[in-house]
């Protein structure tokens, strides 16, 4: 594991998010680092240092002036001790001291003082994230090579206030120290990637639609499996419920046209990965109004034509990607269907999988596939779909090679 024996300084700077480092500390030390946290003086009217140090099963630092810690200056042994500083969650405030170099505080003079990377994860009201100085301070640090996760979009602790400032959920701010640690071989580093995800919705009217039940777990994985092994990553998705992943390029789309248009727009590419369930048909006319329900011995009837099949068209395209990978969804016949779909679409690989209702597939966190390619048939065990991701994302790592 990425951080397994790896020194985190956690930074906790005053904010409602602050309980959110709490289980922070416990997601990075079961992953195998140690952490050792600095609170700021605000932090502490939210969660207390004996809170914080059960958890870090450590000291927990808060005083640049303690005698006992600064001793031997113990702020800058902070700042250089460690692989990787996390600040969660970093206020507006602390963020203008890190921008413009101040350091008036343990925190901030610690953050003055390293040379060790350093990853953000904003909290603040929306308001102030949207804020010119808030702008020009994130531009300012990133230019400076700080790294950012977050903020997400939600609800906000003040009341009716909603909007992008909410801090990264812990796993997500996990998933980013990876990164930013992960000094692993980049395979696919200079390579473009182009994967779709999610259902299309293709309307009926303007209050119904036609679509697949698919959540986009399994594409945005591995649009970021992809993107971890150094591909430039668009990732091309339907209407979902989950998170844009933040190391790759997200593009939303609600029909199917959109999608194929989002597509060839983004050719020539090195690879394609098409995991989007998309609506094989729309309704040949399109109504502006709602469709008034009929009486009971009048049944509704829709005229339906077929969307453009987007795995063909890129299988047997002029800029056709040097690995083109499809899915095949399928409750019966896994295996024959999906060597069908692999001779007719023009992919080099199929990922055929189960989506019965028994085997939980969609919406669901798992995923059991057969990778169909010309050469044969691999079955893989049942697997969380972000082991299938970085499994996938290598196999195509070893194709391109």
Known sequence: MVLSGKHILLIISGGIAAYKSLDLIRRLRERGAKVTPVMTESAKEFITPLAVGALSATHVFTDLFSRQDEQDVGHIRLARDCDLVIVAPATADLMAKMANGLANDLASTVLLATDRPVLVAP???????????????????????????????????????????RMGEPLQIVEAAERVLDDRPKPLAGKKAIVTSGPTYEPIDPVRYIAN?????????????????????????????????????????????????????????????????????????????????????????????????????????????????????????????????????????????DVSTASGVMGGDRNRVKIISRTGTDIWPDLDKHEVARNLAALIAEKIS
């Not at 929306?126 to 531009?139: D, H, I, L, Q, S």
């Not at 789309?253 to 369930?277: F, G, K, N």
């Open 213 to 353: 039940r698919s959540s986009g777990k399994q594409g945005h994985a591995i649009a970021v499996a992809l993107a971890e092994l150094g591909a430039n990553v668009t990732l091309i998705s339907g209407p979902v419920a989950i998170d844009d992943p933040q190391q790759v390029a997200t593009i939303h789309v609600e029909r199917a046209e959109e999608m194929l248009d989002a597509v060839l727009s983004h050719l020539p590419a090195d690879i394609a990965v098409m995991v989007a369930a998309v609506a094989d048909w729309r309704t040949t006319t399109s109504v502006d109004q709602k469709i008034k329900k009929q009486s009971m011995n009048q049944p509704m009837a829709l005229q339906l034509t077929e969307n453009p099949d987007i795995l063909k068209i890129v299988g047997h395209h002029a800029n056709r990607p040097n690995i083109v990978i499809g899915f095949a969804a399928e409750t019966q016949d896994i295996e024959k269907n999906g060597r069908l779909k692999l001779e007719r679409k023009g992919a080099d690989i199929i990922v055929a999988n």
């Open 123 to 165: 909290a603040m009201n929306p308001k102030m994230w949207a804020a010119k100085a808030t702008k020009r301070n994130t531009e300012t640090l990133k230019a400076d090579g700080v790294h950012f996760t977050g903020p997400m979009a939600g609800e906000m602790a003040e009341k009716g206030e909603a909007g992008l400032g």
